[in-house]
Structures are given as structure tokens and as C-alpha cells.
């Protein structure tokens, strides 16, 4: 129960610290925000030990339900524990070639899954985990998602580490899966993807 504490608590401080990221904000709006039910959509970053997370939340659906939260079922891959399927399914990200490419076709399954979930789960704060949508170029391609759960107040998660780290554990990843790139041609090719003001402001853009 001590590890359920610490995770439940580190999304809600990961979400306060959302909150600074994004700016002023008009305190009429965080007022009637106060009472509405929460969606933490945890986009990663990649290599931040998002599986770690991930694995908890789906491990321990009992102790989140304790603390107010969720962990949605819809879209969930039961392999990797978060919410890949829901990603591809919808569109958001090219997927890798052990996947079908007939997963799309699934997607009004999918949307009115999410629909019936966030009903279910109405008077639960719920978590979506897919460190696929870092790689978002357009965070308004989340429209027909975030439709969905408009009953609710939206907070991104994003856990963030030093460039230089977060850049060279991602090459060995890519290493290790088999590619051949010299590093600093993959450098120049994904410096983008640690660039956490970009990021911030594609995120903000939706806000």
C-alpha cells in the first residue's frame, strides 16, 4: 500500500507541475475547473520509466480506485500495460510492424468504449498512459479523444529529464532494437523531440 501512496501522490504532483508549465490561466477558469473530475493524460517522456509507471497502474486497479482514480480499460495493450492500442487505433501514431494493420478499423469500437468508460467512471478522476504522444506534431489531433471526455478537466503529464540524458538513453534504445544510425546523425534527425519548449507549446496550443 506504501508504493500505491507514492505512485497516486506522484500524478498529483506531476499535475501540479503541469499547472505551472502552462502559463497564467484567468482564475475564473481554474475556479469552476475545482469541481469537475480529472483526466491525466501521461505522455511520457519516453525512457522517464513510464513502463514502471505504467505497470503499476495497471496492477493496482484496487489502490487507485481507493484514491479517487481510474486507470482506463479502453484502448489499453494488456501486453505493455498502457495505452498504445488506443494511439494507433485512433490514428495518432504509425504502428510498428508486429501490429495489424486492420487496427484502425476498430476505432468506433474504441470511441464508444471511451464513451461508456468515462460514464462508468463518472465520479473517478481517470489516467490514459502513452508516451507515443510525445511524438504528437499537432496536439489537436487529440480533438475527437478529448471530445469525449469534455465533462472533465484535461491535465497533460510529462516527466522531464536532463537533454543530454533523455538523448542518449533514447539512441541506445533504438540501438538495441537494431538500428544501425551513427549518433549524430540521429541527433540531427530527433533533436526536436528534446526540445521541452516545443513540446510545452504544442501542448498549450490546445489549452
Same mark, same amino acid.
Request: net charge neutral; aromatic share 10%; charged share 25%.
Given at each position: 500500500?506504501?508504493?500505491?501512496?507514492?505512485?497516486?501522490?506522484?500524478?498529483?504532483?506531476?499535475?501540479?507541475?503541469?499547472?505551472?508549465?502552462?502559463?497564467?490561466?484567468?482564475?475564473?477558469?481554474?475556479?469552476?475547473?475545482?469541481?469537475?473530475?480529472?483526466?491525466?493524460?501521461?505522455?511520457?517522456?519516453?525512457?522517464?520509466?513510464?513502463?514502471?509507471?505504467?505497470?503499476?497502474?495497471?496492477?493496482?486497479?484496487?489502490?487507485?480506485?481507493?484514491?479517487?482514480?481510474?486507470?482506463?480499460?479502453?484502448?489499453?495493450?494488456?501486453?505493455?500495460?498502457?495505452?498504445?492500442?488506443?494511439?494507433?487505433?485512433?490514428?495518432?501514431?504509425?504502428?510498428?510492424?508486429? %501490429? &495489424?494493420? =486492420? +487496427?484502425?478499423?476498430?476505432?468506433?469500437?474504441? $470511441?464508444?468504449?471511451? /464513451?461508456?468508460?468515462?460514464?462508468?467512471?463518472?465520479?473517478?478522476?481517470?489516467?490514459?498512459?502513452?508516451?507515443?504522444?510525445?511524438?504528437?506534431?499537432?496536439?489537436?489531433?487529440?480533438?475527437?479523444?478529448?471530445?469525449?471526455?469534455?465533462?472533465?478537466?484535461?491535465?497533460?503529464?510529462?516527466?522531464?529529464?536532463?537533454?543530454?540524458?533523455?538523448?542518449?538513453?533514447?539512441?541506445?534504445?533504438?540501438?538495441?532494437?537494431?538500428?544501425?544510425?551513427?549518433?549524430?546523425?540521429? %541527433? &540531427?534527425? =530527433? +533533436?526536436?523531440?528534446?526540445?521541452?519548449?516545443? $513540446?510545452?507549446?504544442? /501542448?498549450?496550443?490546445?489549452?
Amino acid at each position: 500500500m506504501a508504493t500505491a501512496l507514492r505512485v497516486t501522490r506522484l500524478f498529483f504532483r506531476l499535475a501540479a507541475a503541469e499547472l505551472a508549465f502552462s502559463g497564467p490561466m484567468k482564475i475564473s477558469r481554474r475556479e469552476n475547473k475545482l469541481q469537475m473530475k480529472k483526466l491525466y493524460i501521461h505522455i511520457g517522456l519516453p525512457k522517464t520509466a513510464s513502463s514502471l509507471v505504467q505497470k503499476f497502474l495497471y496492477e493496482n486497479p484496487i489502490a487507485l480506485s481507493e484514491h479517487g482514480l481510474h486507470y482506463v480499460k479502453s484502448g489499453l495493450d494488456l501486453n505493455l500495460r498502457c495505452h498504445h492500442k488506443l494511439v494507433w487505433t485512433l490514428g495518432l501514431h504509425v504502428p510498428p510492424k508486429y %501490429v &495489424d494493420t =486492420s +487496427i484502425s478499423n476498430g476505432k468506433e469500437d474504441l $470511441l464508444d468504449n471511451l /464513451i461508456a468508460e468515462n460514464t462508468k467512471y463518472a465520479e473517478k478522476d481517470l489516467i490514459i498512459s502513452s508516451e507515443l504522444l510525445t511524438f504528437l506534431n499537432d496536439f489537436s489531433e487529440l480533438g475527437e479523444l478529448l471530445d469525449i471526455f469534455c465533462n472533465r478537466e484535461i491535465l497533460f503529464v510529462v516527466v522531464l529529464r536532463p537533454q543530454d540524458e533523455f538523448l542518449e538513453s533514447l539512441y541506445q534504445q533504438i540501438v538495441k532494437d537494431g538500428s544501425a544510425m551513427k549518433f549524430w546523425d540521429w %541527433v &540531427d534527425m =530527433s +533533436i526536436k523531440v528534446a526540445d521541452y519548449n516545443y $513540446l510545452v507549446r504544442r /501542448i498549450m496550443r490546445i489549452a
